[in-house]
């Protein structure tokens, strides 16, 4: 199983970016997604998540009306819609896979994801 993060970089706040999740070795359908972040020196903490059918989605609060979680089964990949970036949001991003038989349940904690990307880095200035 792989996942594989893209689509961090240098951008100024207020900027916006796009982060990309894509899958191999696993039914991709079968799997609630999740975007985590780390900041230096602080824990992996939930941005937002989204169920395997794709109808519903949550978000941590500092993000939310900001960032925009989907996904698209056909191509095995998950994203991140980042808008109105802040320096705050500078972390290295995750993503993670969550085996479920819930096609509509999304999932916050990150202690229950099965797999991980290996992140990619988010750097917004001011």
């Known amino acids: 199983v792989q996942l594989q993060a893209s689509g961090g970089g240098l951008v100024q706040a207020g900027g916006s970016l796009r982060l990309s999740c894509a899958a191999s070795?696993?039914?991709?359908?079968?799997?609630?997604m999740g975007w985590f972040r780390q900041a230096p020196g602080k824990e992996r903490e939930f941005v937002a998540a989204i169920s395997r059918s794709g109808l519903n989605t949550d978000y941590e609060d500092s993000v939310k009306g900001r960032f925009t979680i989907s996904r698209d089964n056909a191509k095995n990949t998950a994203y991140l819609q980042m808008n109105s970036l802040k320096p705050g949001d500078t972390a290295v991003y995750y993503c993670?896979?969550?085996?479920?038989?819930?096609?509509?349940?999304?999932?916050?904690?990150?202690?229950?994801?099965?797999?991980w990307g290996q992140g990619t880095l988010v750097t917004v200035s001011s």
């Open positions: 070795g696993l039914t991709f359908g079968s799997y609630a």
């Open positions: 993670g896979a969550k085996e479920t038989n819930y096609r509509d349940s999304v999932y916050s904690a990150r202690w229950v994801y099965n797999y």
